[in-house]
């Protein structure tokens, strides 16, 4: 029970933090996939596009997408790798950096705005609890969730021909 209890309480407590930071957020114009994007290349400097996903915990495409609205606003330049021209650099441009500048003060208002809320033991109650779960992150019983598959095609039957497409 007590399981459920502080489930259901953690649940509560993210969304109602998400709810905050992303109507906040909101002033700039941006999605969270954004804002994630943003303050990953902030912190992390020019990278994969692949990295930056799975650093952001983005679908890669949906990353694309994203990283698309981001070069238009001349926030993210991207560019193709030099060994291996199917790999794909994000850097921030100096426009990028202005930005997430102003990003950055956003989160310093959001924090400002929770810890007007909370005291030190509140903090040290979440840390503790933390420290507590972190091991069953190493449980061989936890199994990462699955990344969402592209449907595959069916596979042709023994024999089949391949349709032409040269007209």
């Known amino acids: 029970?007590?399981?459920?209890?502080?489930?259901?309480?953690?649940?509560?407590?993210?969304?109602?933090?998400?709810?905050?930071?992303?109507?906040?957020?909101?002033?700039?114009?941006?999605g969270r996939a954004q804002v994630a994007l943003l303050r990953e290349l902030g912190r992390s400097g020019p990278t994969t596009q692949c990295?930056?996903?799975?650093?952001?915990?983005?679908?890669?495409?949906?990353?694309?997408?994203?990283?698309?609205?981001?070069?238009?606003r001349g926030w993210v330049r991207r560019r193709r790798g030099e060994r291996d021209r199917r790999e794909s650099y994000v850097e921030l441009t100096a426009r990028g950096r202005q930005f997430v500048t102003r990003v950055e003060a956003v989160y310093d208002q959001i924090a400002e705005r929770l810890g007007s809320r909370l005291d030190e033991r509140d903090v040290a109650a979440l840390e503790r609890i933390s420290v507590k779960l972190a091991p069953?992150?190493?449980?061989?019983?936890?199994?990462?969730?699955?990344?969402?598959?592209?449907?595959?095609?069916?596979?042709?039957?023994?024999?089949?021909?391949?349709?032409?497409?040269d007209g």
């Open 136 to 165: 069953l992150a190493d449980d061989e019983q936890v199994v990462e969730p699955r990344r969402k598959l592209s449907p595959r095609r069916r596979p042709r039957p023994p024999g089949a021909v391949r349709p032409r497409t």
């Open 51 to 72: 990295a930056l996903a799975h650093a952001t915990m983005i679908d890669p495409s949906a990353a694309a997408r994203s990283l698309s609205v981001l070069s238009g």
């Open 1 to 30: 029970m007590v399981g459920k209890r502080f489930i259901d309480s953690f649940a509560q407590t993210k969304r109602i933090v998400s709810l905050i930071a992303w109507r906040m957020m909101a002033r700039l114009g941006l």
